[in-house]
């Protein structure tokens, strides 16, 4: 896989087991934190990663859920996946929509 990383990433030598979860809270994935940056992670999930789909989804860091990031999905690659932290006031720009006639009366 290419370097396309923008920013450094740390990688540990121990195991970092955190979890990840749906924004509606319906699913919850078990997974060890292999490598992170300032901007994104790399993931190896434990399970199924079809819940991903989703796109969005909490990195859950602590046991108590009082550290998390919120991330999308960027690829997966096996039971490996790399997130991208979506930061706070910045929102996906979506694609304009089209104009749609007003109803006439």
Known sequence: MANNRKTDRVRFEHKHPVNIMGVDGTWRR????LDVS????????DGSTEVLRAQEFFLVLSSVGLAFRRCELIWVNGS?????????GKKKKKAPAEKQAAPSR
């Open 38 to 45: 300032s901007t994104g992670a790399r993931l190896d999930v």
């Open 80 to 88: 490996q996946v790399g997130v991208q932290f979506i930061e706070r």
């Open 30 to 33: 078990q997974c060890t934190l």
